[in-house]
């Protein structure tokens, strides 16, 4: 089971699933599209989630998983470790 992290949001957790099930390399816009929250709501979140380590930011306008946002989603990460 995941933690419950108090600054985290259900859409941190729908992007970081999408990232994960899709497996790619992905911007804020494309991410939006497809689980239906507003680009803007996304690029900050994906902010948030890269200086948490849980996304990697590859370049100006994309994202991916990291390993520790894998531990994170597979419940092996306490919510002390975020």
Do not use: H
Request: glycine share 4%; aromatic share 10%; proline share 2%.
């Amino acid at each position: 089971m995941r933690p419950r992290v108090d600054w985290m949001t259900q859409g941190d957790e729908r992007i970081m699933e999408f990232l994960y099930e899709k497996d790619i390399v992905a911007s804020p816009s494309v991410i939006a599209a497809n689980i239906d929250y507003t680009n803007e709501y996304i690029s900050r979140r994906c902010r948030v989630l890269a200086e948490a380590e849980l996304l990697q930011r590859i370049d100006a306008s994309n994202y991916r998983l990291t390993d520790f946002g894998e531990q994170f989603l597979s419940g092996e990460l306490s919510s002390e470790d975020l």
